[in-house]
């Protein structure tokens, strides 16, 4: 079989901010992930449990406290090393807001234009040209670069922003809650896109959402980030059926189901409890334990290791390490 191959490594990646008063926001400790080619990463948690930290780290907004970054085998974060050009357009992010990569102040066209000369180095006609081809390629007519990005719909504007990122020709293209501000019906037209446009050019999607039941339709794995943390990362279809994490099944016991046979197949219900706690004041053993409904002894005094329960399915947390250690010693 075919190894398949990583676009994007992280390793033991950290973000720590440090406050005036001598405390410090641990928003990332330690994540370990990778992508694969043509494959979709969904990450998923809470407001304020670092996805989002990731995401720039990843794309070079903001430097790692410590990690590294791996891009096809090359280390990004290696010591004093600035990203060259290239190695910005191998990476783009589309993010919730698309203001962010559109300037309102000039036609859709000519922020595309923008990128595509910074990155591809062509003028002219050539130009114009890719630009209107690379609207196309999102399922926009090409005269509609002509518009300003007021003056066009959530999904459009999405549309026209992941154009933008396509321009620079990257490999792996992290998707920041692209479709949180959308109606239902327009963000289903920009997945089906997104799902359309990864197939044909074999991209890798970092996908960033707090929108578990969207997974469903784009993730081939799923981790699941708590105070900057993963405590579960599987496959989509075992995380869905198998959820193994407390806070996991939690989440998933949280979304609406359509039908009855849908909440028939659901997991056990887990019933939510508080709020995650600051990143200032992490708790001490599992970060989880303060809302955890199974949580034991040992839950509150040592960090869980990541354990692979079964083929690509990790899960951090004390009751799978105990079943474990239970097993060695009975065999
Ligand atoms: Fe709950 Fe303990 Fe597992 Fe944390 S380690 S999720 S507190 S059982």
């Given amino acids: 079989m075919e190894e398949k191959k990583k676009t994007i490594e992280v390793k033991n990646l950290k973000k720590y901010f440090p406050l005036k008063n001598g405390k410090v926001v641990r928003a990332v400790d330690g994540v370990d992930l990778e992508i694969y080619e043509g494959e979709t990463l969904g990450l998923v948690g809470e407001s304020g449990s670092g996805k989002s930290t990731i995401a720039y780290m990843v794309v070079g907004m903001y430097k790692a406290t410590d990690g590294s970054i791996i891009y096809r085998g090359e280390d990004l974060t290696a010591r004093g090393m600035k990203r060259t050009k290239e190695q910005k357009g191998n990476i783009q992010i589309v993010f919730q807001d698309p203001s962010s990569a559109l300037n309102p102040r000039r036609k859709v066209k000519k922020s595309i234009e923008f990128t595509l000369k910074l990155h591809g180095g062509i003028e002219g006609k050539e ?29 459009e504007r999405q549309l026209a922003s992941v154009a933008r990122a396509m321009a620079a020709d990257p490999s792996l293209l992290i998707l920041d809650e692209p479709t949180s501000a959308l109606d239902v019906s327009v963000q289903a037209k920009v997945i089906r896109k997104l799902i359309e446009l990864q197939k044909e050019r074999n991209l890798s999607y970092l996908f960033i959402t707090h ?18 943390k993963v405590c579960e990362l599987a496959p989509a279809a075992d995380f869905f059926e198998k959820p193994l994490h407390p806070y996991t099944q939690m989440l998933l016991s949280s979304i609406p189901v359509a039908t009855d046979e849908e909440e028939m197949m659901r997991p056990e219900k ?22 955890c ?8 005094k040592e960090l869980p290791e990541m354990m692979e329960v079964s083929g690509g399915h990790y899960v951090c947390c004390h009751k799978y390490c105990q079943a474990e250690r239970a097993d060695t010693a009975q065999n």
């Fill in 293 to 300: 409904p199974v949580k034991m002894d040992i839950c509150s």
């Fill in 127 to 155: 130009l114009e040209e890719k630009a209107e081809d690379l609207l196309e390629m999102v399922g926009l007519p090409r005269e509609f670069g002509e518009n300003y990005p007021r003056s066009i719909g959530g999904g």
């Fill in 211 to 228: 929108d578990l039941s969207l997974m469903r339709n784009i993730a081939d794995r799923v981790a699941i980030l708590y105070l900057g």
């Fill in 270 to 291: 887990v019933i939510s409890k508080g709020e995650i706690p600051s990143p200032v004041n992490v708790p001490p053993g599992c970060a989880f334990h303060m809302r």
